[in-house]
């Protein structure tokens, strides 16, 4: 099984940016998606970004369109999310997965630990 390591959270004013890395311990299937998820207190778990193991076709929730940016780097095993403009409705833990699909990524049994994101007011 690929184990993810989700990095780059920690706390930022309203308006400021993080850059998020999640790093697989082994490369992704070539037509695999990846793509990012974030859970706050006494919430369920929500789609964030994903991304295509190209990088043509990327998805965006649409709290985050405009904001968030998803890229990969398949040489280095990894996910970005580049996250502008932080509003304190984006304060969650962020994980990564992969999947064949975006539709079934939530399913997928392969979530990291997580990189804790807060955003002050």
């Known amino acids: 099984q690929v184990q993810l390591v989700e990095s780059g959270g920690g706390l930022v004013q309203a308006g400021g940016s993080l850059r998020l890395s999640c790093v697989a311990s082994?490369?992704?299937?070539?037509?695999?998606?990846m793509g990012w998820f974030r859970q706050a207190p006494g919430k369920e778990r929500e789609f964030v970004a994903a991304?295509?193991?190209?990088?043509?076709?990327?998805v965006y929730a649409d709290s985050v369109k405009g904001r968030f940016t998803i890229s990969r780097d398949n040489a280095r095993n990894t996910v970005y999310l580049q996250m502008n403009n932080l509003k304190p409705e984006d304060t969650a833990v962020y994980y990564c997965?992969?999947?064949?699909?975006?539709?079934?990524?939530?399913?997928?049994?392969?979530w990291g630990q997580g990189t804790q994101v807060t955003v002050s007011s």
């Open positions: 997965n992969a999947a064949r699909t975006v539709a079934t990524m939530k399913s997928s049994g392969s």
């Open positions: 082994a490369r992704t299937f070539s037509n695999y998606y």
């Open positions: 991304i295509s193991w190209s990088g043509v076709s990327t």
